[in-house]
């Protein structure tokens, strides 16, 4: 009951809001009084603010708001799309479409904020949920277009840590999938950092075996920038 004030109240602070569900991943019919990507963050990072479903809907409207010109609206969308589609509380006829229009709105903030760190970790996750919802061949196919994004996003901010996480898990999964060892650690910074994991998977030789520190170096350097209380795993 409380969680339901608390985000009836944040909501009605921006506006009027009209949620209308959509089964098929579209915008809902939801007015806002202004685009705040403060809100966004905010509701993002505590979900008593606002629940997934309904952040979706407010970053839709405030991206409607200007007819999404506004791209730091955008690949906030791009995120709320795709926390929505993965929530477990989300329904699975609607995921495949959320997480398109996730990539669609990613892609469209890339292109126009080529410096925002942000931007790209997030278009990288986004395109790796996606493709790997596709198939496999989806997966190899989108997997060095994924790290291109998350290398981006770590030179454009050496310390985002969740970025240098995500490039780690990144080069230890082609290891795996190559079938020459290795493992991906689990999604903490704290796991991430554990002996077997960076120490002592195999490297094996050739092209391949590159990949072993340099997914070290990365996890390293995830785990030497992590905030005290916030994983290299919390986006």
């Not at 993002?44 to 603010?49: A, R």
């Not at 903030?109 to 493709?131: E, M, Q, Y």
């Amino acid at each position: 009951m409380r969680r339901a004030l608390a985000s009836a109240a944040s909501v009605a602070a921006l506006g009027a809001f009209s949620p209308a569900g959509r089964s098929d991943g579209a915008p809902p019919s939801v007015a806002v009084r202004r685009p705040d990507a403060a809100f966004l963050d905010r509701a993002h990072d505590d979900v008593s603010v606002l629940s997934r479903r309904a952040l979706y809907e407010a970053a839709c409207a405030m991206s409607a708001w200007d007819s999404g010109a506004n791209h730091e609206i955008g690949w906030r969308l791009a995120r709320a799309a795709h926390q929505l589609a993965t929530s477990p509380a989300t329904p699975a006829a609607e995921k495949r479409a959320l997480l398109e229009r996730a990539h669609r709105a990613a892609s469209e903030a890339k292109a126009r904020l080529r410096t925002n760190p942000a931007v790209f970790r997030w278009s990288g996750i986004i395109l790796s949920d996606l493709s790997s919802l596709q198939g496999t061949k989806s997966s190899i196919e989108a997997a060095f277009a994924v790290r291109d994004d998350w290398r981006e996003a770590v030179t454009l901010d050496p310390d985002d840590a969740s970025a240098h996480h995500l490039l780690g898990r990144w080069a230890f999964r082609i290891v795996r999938e190559r079938g020459r060892g290795g493992c991906v650690p689990n999604a903490t910074c704290a796991h991430a950092s554990v002996p077997h994991a960076l120490h002592l998977t195999p490297r094996p030789a050739g092209a391949a075996g590159l990949l072993v520190p340099l997914a070290r170096l990365h996890l390293y350097r995830g785990a030497a920038r992590v905030q005290p209380g916030r994983g290299a795993g919390t986006l």
